[in-house]
Every structure is written in C-alpha cells, then in structure tokens.
C-alpha cells in the first residue's frame, strides 16, 4: 500500500480524513460523505503493520505509548501539509484515522462563528468554552480565535494541545504551543495548566478539558486573573454546564457551581451540518453568562430546559438559541427544513416553525 500516493488524492480531493481499516479500501471523508480511494486495492492485515512503522519512524516513546495504552494521537508532516493521526487496535491490528490540517487557517469571519464569541476575547479574565461532538469545528475555531488574539491583542498566550494541529507564529502576542502526552512537552493536559500559573500567561487555551484535574486546574487559573479558553466533547451549552458539575462528588457540586457561576463567561456550541451548496454550513449555539444564567447554574437542581429559556430570552446580550440558528440558516436557505428539524426534538418543532415565520415576515418588512 502506498501511502503517499492515498495522501496525494486527499489532498487533491480536499478530503478531510484518511480512514485505514484492514478488510476495506482506503477510505477518504469528503464533505461528510466517506468515498473510497479511487483504484485502491483491499488493505491487508500486514499493510496496516507497515503503515505503524512508516508513521511511528521507531520512536521510542510512541511505540511504548501505543504498545501501553493500544492507542497512539500523534501528529505526523507530509508535503508541508500536518496530519493529526490516531492509531487504535481492531482485532489486534492498527488501524488509523489520518485528519488533514489545512495550511492555510480560515478567517474567523469565513467561519460562522457569531461576533459575540470574537468580542467575548477581550475578558481580561474568566472560562470561555468552545463545545461540540466530534468533527463539529472546535479546533478550527479556537485556532482561529488565536490567530485573531495574536493579530489584534498584546499578550502571551499559551497552549495545550494534544497534538499540536496548527502552527502559530507569534504577531502582536507572544504565543507558545505545547504538546502534551507521553514524550511531549507536557505529560497531562492538568500539569501543563498548573505549570502556566508560572508562565506568566495572559490567556491559556487547553485543547480538551476531559477529567476533574484539568478542570480544577482551568477554574484556578481564571480565578487567579487569567483568560482560559477551552473544549469539551459536549452538544448543547446546557449539557457543557451539567458535564462540568458532574465531574465532581455531589458534596462538592455546590461550591463549583458556585465558582462556575462567577468565572464561566461564555459556552459556544457548534454542529456542522452539510448545506445546500454540498459545503459544511456551522450551526452555533451561543450562551453569554449573564446574572440570570449565573442564577441558574448557582441552583440546587440544574434544569437544562431553564438553561435553554434562559439563551432564548437573552439574544440582546448575544445569547444565541439553537432553534434561532436553525430557522436562520433555513430562511437563507442554507440548510433543508428536514435538517433543521433532525437536530431539535420533537416537541421543539412547533416552535421552530414559528420563529421561521417570524424571520419570514422580518426580512419581508
């Protein structure tokens, strides 16, 4: 199997990952579609072992990491163009998932991502968090919300990344990129962010808060005057706030709830959808943490459907409900009525039909 010659058509194709699963074709992700590589032959057992030890280059700490863990998150460079890769185990033969990093990082204003997340950089401290499912965007906007701090701020900011996907050039901010993992410039993702409390860092961006520790970590970075900026693999902004609490013990839920409710400062969560045109068109979801968001979170029983009232009735200070978002893109007819009715439940329908309606009447006055 030749790999560069499978990476060569991705990159022809503008595919955006590499699928290598013994028993198939190499398979390309295009637009959300997989597609096979064309006039590929049927990936044996053997190539997937040759394909380990092309990447790997017999790294020492890789090879342990995997031979560990039975997983390996690396990044790997071909033709100036990186690759995020993730190797895995499928009856006990590697299998990769190759994710293509564009050079060139999309404008924050190409992306979608509402103003207000943009705005929401110039906090001189507190938590604001990018969330979303898997292949939803996170990292291209928080890349290019660094870009955009480093074109337009003076400050140093330092990132925690697992692995570094874009490379950053410091411009008007001083900017540091670490790599976390075994081997790496960090080796867990809560070490790097209790190290930057003596790094002298104006913003930390922690590529993924998955455990308590790394949570814990953020929240005292911001109390202690810094901006944090982070994701979670999280759908709704209501769920970002359930997920944040339930890393800890019940007896302990108050008191975060509580810090959560002075430090979280925004929560964008985002959904990729394929458009009308066959390109990808960003679903966002906004909620600013206002004092009746704040209430909220403070209280004994988090309600999610509050939350969601709570973005519905705040679009003034920027809040953004997923329904608004919807109905908006559909009015511009961006995305199908069925999409849009495929990512809310059913008893949300009616409501999204009338705010439809009122778009409607809108843009006719």
Not at 5 to 30: C, F, Q, T, Y
Not at 86 to 97: G, H, Q, R, W
Not at 251 to 277: C, F, H, M, N, P
Not at 345 to 352: A, C, G, M, S, V
Request: contains cysteine.
């Amino acid at each position: 199997m030749n790999l560069d010659k499978i990476l060569d058509e991705a990159i022809r194709l503008d595919a955006s990952d590499v699928h290598l699963i013994p028993g198939n074709k190499p398979m390309l992700r295009i637009v959300r579609d997989l597609v096979p590589v064309e006039g590929s032959k049927i990936i044996k057992p053997e190539d997937m072992f040759e394909v380990y030890d092309y990447l790997v280059k017999g790294n020492v700490d890789k090879d342990e990491v995997f031979n560990t863990t039975r997983k390996l998150d690396m990044s790997y460079e071909y033709k100036d163009i990186r690759l995020r890769v993730n190797i895995s185990l499928a009856d006990e033969v590697p299998i990769s998932t190759l994710r293509l990093i564009k050079n060139e990082l999309p404008s924050y204003e190409s992306l979608g991502v509402p103003d207000i997340v943009r705005r929401m950089t110039y906090q001189p401290q507190g938590l604001i968090l990018v969330t979303g499912k898997t292949n939803s965007g996170k990292t291209t906007t928080l890349n290019a919300l660094i870009n955009y701090i480093n074109e337009n701020q003076n400050k140093k900011i330092l990132t925690l990344e697992n692995p570094v996907e874009y490379k950053h050039h410091s411009k008007k901010s001083l900017i540091v990129q670490k790599e976390v993992g075994q081997g790496r410039d960090s080796l867990t993702f809560s070490d790097g962010v209790k190290n930057s409390l003596r790094e002298d860092c104006d913003i930390l961006v922690i590529g993924e808060i998955r455990d308590k520790e790394t949570m814990e970590a953020a929240i005292e970075m911001a109390e202690s005057g810094h901006l944090v900026i982070g994701t979670l693999h999280t759908k709704s902004c209501a769920e970002t706030i359930d997920r944040m609490i339930n890393f800890y013990e019940v007896r302990d839920q108050a008191s975060i709830k509580y810090l959560l409710s002075a430090l979280l400062k925004l929560v964008v969560s985002q959904r990729l959808l394929k458009g009308t045109d066959g390109k990808l068109v960003l679903v966002p979801e906004v909620m600013v943490v206002d004092n009746i968001v704040a209430g909220i979170i403070r209280k004994e029983k988090l309600s999610v459907s509050e939350i969601e009232d709570a973005i519905q009735s705040n679009l003034e200070k920027g809040s953004i409900g997923l329904i608004n978002s919807l109905a908006e893109l559909f009015v511009k007819d961006k995305i199908t009525l069925e999409q849009a009715k495929s990512q809310i439940e059913e008893k949300n329908i009616e409501t999204l039909n009338r705010t439809i309606m009122q778009l409607k009447i809108k843009n006719v006055k």
